[in-house]
């Protein structure tokens, strides 16, 4: 059977490279706003927003197809005070894609975020937010995202993953291992939240899990939760990541909930996951990940 050509949305962020770098063999079409600074990046063809809706269908003519969405306005504290464009980019932006898909009959596999549910949890944290749970997210990022989701819901095609990732930046400068690489490059303490856990997926794993996904799926439409197991607070990660580098940094405890804005962050993002990475692989991969950005 051939493999499925991918349209890759998002193509130039911080996911995004990461399944470029995994998608070695994969025919890929990378969808950016500025293809031409981006050309020639991971051996994808570049092509601009406005191009892909009518490259999508070409493709599907030629043979099997299937797109991965990894584009989003990630930017919390821009989503807080510019929610118009995060519901257009999160949210209708994936409604559009969504009936493009559906459309072509093309399979759709959309990245949301771990970041639907409450601040906590009643019994403490780490609380494993299911799919069963109600979401309830308090962020405007996390609504934006769950707006997205719900376009999915309605309109019964793409296959929706929750998750956060950790790992390389690939030139992004984005994440917890570019802030850390940072940190350590300027001999500064390190600084991070022991009240805030969370369950993260390694992107270099990840984007290959996603990759395969997309190979695998069929239209319709789905929800799953991707991550690690067991949780683990943003503090004590950026600590074993840094000494399975080779490093000891000066770390500093910090209470999120002690800053002006947590009413509007989800201190508890820990999920059930299907076929969780363990806790070993999740910080193996942020050591490796930490090397390459130091190097």
């Known amino acids: 059977m051939t493999a499925p050509a991918v349209v890759l949305l998002g193509a130039s962020g911080f996911l995004g490279r990461n399944i470029l770098r995994a998608a070695a063999g994969t025919t890929v079409v990378a969808v950016s706003r500025d293809p031409s600074a981006n050309e020639g990046m991971g051996g994808a063809r570049w092509i601009s927003v406005q191009q892909w809706p009518t490259e999508l269908l070409k493709l599907r003519a030629a043979g099997p197809v299937a797109v ?15 929610v118009e464009s995060a519901m257009r980019v999160n949210a209708r932006s994936v409604g559009e894609a969504a009936t493009l898909c559906r459309d072509a009959g093309v399979p759709l596999i959309h990245i949301s975020t771990d970041g639907l549910f409450s ?18 997210p308090v962020s405007a990022y996390g609504k934006s995202k769950l707006a997205g989701e719900r376009a999915l819901a309605e309109l019964g095609w793409g296959h929706a993953v929750r998750m956060s990732f950790v790992g390389p ?11 850390l690489a940072r940190r350590l ?18 992107i270099q794993s990840a984007a290959a899990r996603l990759l395969k996904l997309a190979r695998d799926a069929n239209g319709g439409h789905s929800i799953r939760q991707w991550g690690s197991a067991p949780a683990i607070t943003k503090h004590d990660y950026l600590s074993r990541v840094a000494v399975a580098a080779g490093f000891a940094p000066s770390m500093i405890p910090v209470r999120r909930a002690d ?15 299907e076929d969780p990475w363990t806790a070993d692989e999740l910080i193996e991969l942020g050591a490796q990940g930490l090397r390459e950005e130091l190097a």
């Open 68 to 82: 991965i969405n990894a584009a989003a306005l990630t930017d919390h504290a821009h989503c807080e005070v510019d």
């Open 119 to 136: 601040g906590g949890h009643p019994d403490g944290a780490p609380h494993y937010w299911s799919l069963a749970e109600p979401t309830n």
């Open 169 to 179: 930046s690939r030139g992004t400068g984005r994440g917890l291992i570019a802030f």
């Open 185 to 202: 490059k300027a001999g500064a303490n390190v600084e991070g939240f022991v009240d805030v856990w969370f369950t993260p997926a390694p």
């Open 259 to 273: 800053l002006p804005d947590a009413d509007s962050v989800q201190l508890d993002q820990s999920l059930t996951c």
